[in-house]
Structures are given as C-alpha cells and as structure tokens.
Nanobody, 119 residues
Framework: QVQLVESGGGLVQAGGSLELSCAASGRTGSVNDMGWYRQAPGKQRELVATMSRGGNTIYADSVKGRFFISRDNVKSTVYLQMNSLKPEDTAVYYC?????????????WGQGTQVTVSS
C-alpha cells in the first residue's frame, strides 16, 4: 500500500505562484511514476504533469512553460511549481503514484488540495 498526502494549495491572484508538495509513505520503493492531476467543477479529472522515477516528464499543453514538476526519490516526494497562474487553473489538484508490479498497474491518489486563482 502507498499513501499520498498533498500540501500547498490555497488562494492566489492571477499571475501569482504556488508550490504543491506530495509526500508518499508506505511501500514507496514500488512507486514508478508520480505526478499531478486536477479536476475543476463540472469537468473531468485531467493530467497536469507526471515524472517517472528516472526523471522523464509529461506535461499538459495548457501548463507547459508555466508549471514545473520535480521529484525527490529519497524523500518520496513530488513537487509542482505553478507560475503565472490563471483563473482557469482553479481546481482540486490530486497527487498520483503509479505502482507497476508483475505487469499490473495500480494508481494511488491523494486526498486532493484546492487551488483557487482569482482574477
């Protein structure tokens, strides 16, 4: 089992910055990819950014050049630096940890942290 706890959300004005953190506990050695998804009211959960254990990254087009994901494998923590925030970035941000064992993939989710960007 893997547990994920996010922190760092809040209210910020458009153009501002926030950093989210997500700390994993439990069987952290089994976690491959870690990253972030978000869900705005009335919308589906969508990928924001992910990073593999080796450092390969994937970003949503809507955040490229503004958001930056990083990861500390020793601390089992993933970060999301969010710059130049826009009102459309308002959402609940969820941390994800992906475990792949014997060709079986299991996703673990954090409880979510609210990010609100005011115009």
């Amino acid at each position: 089992q893997v547990q994920l706890v996010e922190s760092g959300g809040g209210l910020v004005q458009a153009g501002g910055s926030l950093e989210l953190s997500c700390a994993a506990s439990g069987r952290t050695g089994s976690v491959n990819d870690m990253g972030w998804y978000r869900q705005a009211p009335g919308k589906q959960r969508e990928l924001v950014a992910t990073m593999s254990r080796g450092g390969n990254t994937i970003y949503a087009d809507s955040v490229k050049g503004r958001f930056f994901i990083s990861r500390d494998n020793v601390k089992s923590t993933v970060y999301l630096q969010m710059n130049s925030l826009k009102p459309e970035d308002t959402a609940v941000y969820y941390c994800i940890g992906v475990v792949i064992v014997l060709a079986t993939t299991r996703n673990y989710w954090g409880q979510g942290t609210q990010v609100t960007v005011s115009s």
